[in-house]
């Protein structure tokens, strides 16, 4: 029988992971032999721009076959698992294990693609699951992690995917910083990009796929194979002291939040959205190095902000002109200052607007540029004297100094679910097996 587990809200700022938990059934299923995996476990990243996510805002999804008589046994070890390690005393995790016997109904799928993109209640949806039979929901607190874990197994099956091979270190130890040296990453960064991505920003010089709390995450390398992953995991191996490693399949680096192009007129807040229109007010740079500009389709108008930390992203902004015809992808956060307001995570230039300049006309004697006297009053030569009320000021079209295309955050900034510059075009393989047991 077909059975999916959905976990959600098992971080907490004191350490315990989501994925580092998903790791421990995953290393429990492979003893057995009653149990085979459908796929790889899921790591699902969901909507960035709502307001109360834990960390990272991703869940974790495992897809099986499992025997009938073995179904018990299982469904004890899970509630076990949510007492034994989950951190129940932290006001931010509120962990949910969500299992679901059978083929998936529509309604995991319904939910997937709308907390890609929205802000989904938590009660509307524990009430509406508890409606369905074959499904068993563990959660110890209010069940605030039932979207998360919905959405987690309404993923299967991924169609546009990447891999993420996570190492990580005893789940007691706390220390923020990681003994991993950078020359390692490097190395591994030249051999495989871009079938690996977003592991180093070149320009600001960071590891972006290093961890930084005190969760037990050590490092996370992502691909787009994962038998490059397998390769990186035997030569990493041998260098990094780790507990437990695995690989995830995942909707990281896809931009599967940003697909829907919506009119202005139709924004949520919270809504992660596409739109398509004109720059209505030339971008100004305000207090931080922050740019703001307004954009408006045929419905309305609203506020863009690119910030200062998007690097390229925002040095590419200041080159905006009013009349740009723009498609802009971001997150609707409700701002004091600004109403609502998109937050940037992309521009596409479709149509640069003409830069037209209007300047004073040359004289027609001696080629020097002429001097106005006045509002109709004609131009005057200030070299050579000439004067003449019937010669016209020159309008001139400019070329502007950009280019229509896609323009995206440095590194350093990308989202969870940024598709970065290096894997355009390009997406996840599919295997038929699936690699978890080398790797602990
Ligand atoms: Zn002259």
């Known amino acids: 029988m077909e059975l999916h587990i959905g976990i959600d809200d098992f971080d907490s700022p004191r350490g315990m992971c989501t994925t580092y938990f998903g790791a421990l059934i995953a290393d429990y299923i492979k003893e057995k032999k009653d149990i085979v995996f459908l796929d790889y476990p899921y790591l699902i990243r969901l909507n960035p721009n709502i307001p109360f996510k834990t960390r990272g805002n991703g869940a974790v999804s495992l897809h099986l076959e499992i025997r009938d008589v073995y179904i018990d046994d299982f469904l004890d070890y899970l509630e076990q698992g949510v007492w034994e390690y989950a951190d129940l005393k932290h006001g931010k995790?509120?962990?949910?294990?969500?299992?679901?016997?059978?083929?998936?109904?529509?309604?995991?799928?319904?939910?997937?693609?709308?907390?890609?993109?929205?802000?989904?209640?938590?009660?509307?949806?524990?009430?509406?699951i508890k409606r369905w039979s074959n499904i068993k929901i563990i959660y110890p607190k209010t069940g605030r992690g039932i979207v998360g874990a919905v959405a987690a197994i309404g993923a299967y099956k991924l169609k546009d995917f990447t891999y993420e091979l996570l190492f990580y270190r005893d789940v007691h130890e706390k220390k923020k910083s990681r003994a991993v040296d950078q020359k390692i990453l490097l190395e591994i960064d030249k051999k495989y990009r871009p079938l690996i991505f977003?592991?180093?920003?070149?320009?600001?010089?960071?590891?972006?796929?290093?961890s930084h709390g005190p969760d037990p995450v050590i490092l996370g390398i992502r691909s787009l194979d994962p038998y490059i992953l397998l390769d990186?995991?035997?030569?990493l191996a041998q260098k990094i002291k780790f507990e437990k490693a695995m690989i995830y399949k995942s909707n990281q680096g896809t931009n599967s939040h940003l697909s829907d192009v919506k009119m202005i007129k139709d924004i949520r807040p919270y809504d992660?959205?596409?739109?398509?229109?004109?720059?209505?007010?030339?971008?100004?740079?305000?207090?931080?190095?922050?740019?703001?500009?307004?954009?408006?389709?045929?419905t309305g108008r609203?506020?863009?902000?690119?910030?200062?930390?998007?690097?390229?992203?925002?040095?590419?902004?200041?080159?905006?002109?009013?009349?740009?015809?723009?498609e802009v992808g971001?997150?609707?956060?409700?701002?004091?200052?600004?109403?609502?307001?998109?937050?940037?995570?992309?521009?596409?230039?479709?149509?640069?607007?003409?830069?037209?300049?209007?300047?004073?006309?040359?004289?027609?004697?001696?080629?020097?540029?002429?001097?106005?006297?006045?509002?109709?009053?004609?131009?005057?030569c200030s070299k050579c004297g000439y004067r003449s009320q019937k010669i016209k000021k020159i309008r001139k079209i400019?070329?502007?100094?950009?280019?229509?295309?896609?323009?995206?955050?440095?590194?350093?900034a990308y989202r969870h679910l940024t598709k970065p510059l290096e894997t355009l075009g390009m997406c996840g393989k599919e295997y038929n097996n699936v690699i978890i047991s080398p790797l602990t």
Do not use: W
């Open 93 to 128: 995790s509120d962990p949910v294990i969500l299992v679901s016997l059978g083929k998936r109904i529509d309604f995991f799928r319904e939910i997937y693609r709308r907390a890609l993109k929205e802000l989904v209640p938590s009660r509307y949806v524990l009430r509406s």
């Open 232 to 235: 990186i995991f035997y030569f």
């Open 272 to 298: 992660s959205v596409v739109i398509k229109g004109v720059i209505f007010e030339e971008p100004t740079i305000i207090r931080g190095g922050h740019v703001i500009f307004i954009i408006k389709d045929e």
């Open 198 to 210: 977003a592991n180093f920003d070149y320009e600001k010089k960071r590891m972006l796929a290093l």
């Open 398 to 412: 400019v070329l502007r100094y950009v280019e229509p295309g896609l323009y995206i955050q440095s590194p350093i």
């Open 330 to 380: 971001g997150g609707i956060i409700p701002s004091v200052l600004h109403g609502m307001t998109l937050n940037v995570e992309y521009i596409r230039l479709i149509q640069a607007a003409p830069l037209e300049i209007i300047q004073n006309p040359l004289c027609p004697i001696c080629g020097s540029r002429m001097e106005s006297l006045g509002r109709n009053k004609g131009f005057r």
């Open 302 to 326: 609203i506020t863009c902000s690119v910030y200062k930390q998007t690097g390229r992203l925002n040095r590419f902004a200041k080159m905006l002109m009013k009349g740009d015809y723009i």
